[in-house]
């Protein structure tokens, strides 16, 4: 069935540093999404991403999807406290029913 | 509004006892799910609607039955409850024409 693949599953940023982390699917995607846990909280939705080769900026978090619509990239520059917390991408599922599949998150940890 | 509600936050069940886990929204959402968040694997679906009286299968539905007699409710039933069950449970909706995804607090269930 369809997967979602994210790497790295952790992340430990130095404060002010960059990072990116990955979103691979098994199938060809309509869109993709992102959400945000912080510690202890549910998902927020951030952003979602349609055409292929999307580029979406919201402040310091750069949101790309791929030209194939088969996988989806965060990246953060100058890392802050705040961005501690779990990214998760979803895509929706093949069937007709607009499930999401979710990836299993990447963990990220902020070093002062 | 209230958002996506859940209750309770926190429970403590023995092996076989049943319970449900009640959510709600106030949004008119015709789409809501329940999700299961086990360490390092994610949101993993276990039951979806798109409306009253229609229901479907997730990813993870073994163990689980839901309804929907009413837009706003979506109470998840667990018939007899197993250590493997032990986890936090996300509810969530969404509008039909649109594919941001709101979600509940959250309910931390434990099985001893």
Known sequence: GQQVMQIPQYQHVQEGEDFTTYCNSSTTLSNIQWYKQRPGGHPVFLIQLVKSGEVKKQKRLTFQFGEAKKNSSLHITATQTTDVGTYFCAGPTTDSWGKLQFGAGTQVVVTP | ?????????????????????????????????????????????????????????????????????????????????APSQTSVYFCASRDRGLDEQYFGPGTRLTVT
């Open chain 2, 1 to 81: 509004n209230a958002g996506v509600t859940q209750t309770p936050k926190f429970q403590v069940l023995k092996t076989g006892q049943s319970m449900t886990l009640q959510c709600a929204q106030d949004m008119n959402h015709e789409y809501m799910s329940w999700y299961r968040q086990d360490p390092g694997m994610g949101l993993r679906l276990i039951h979806y609607s798109v409306g009253a009286g229609i229901t479907d299968q997730g990813e993870v539905p073994n163990g689980y039955n839901v309804s929907r007699s009413t837009t706003e409710d979506f109470p998840l039933r667990l018939l007899s409850a």
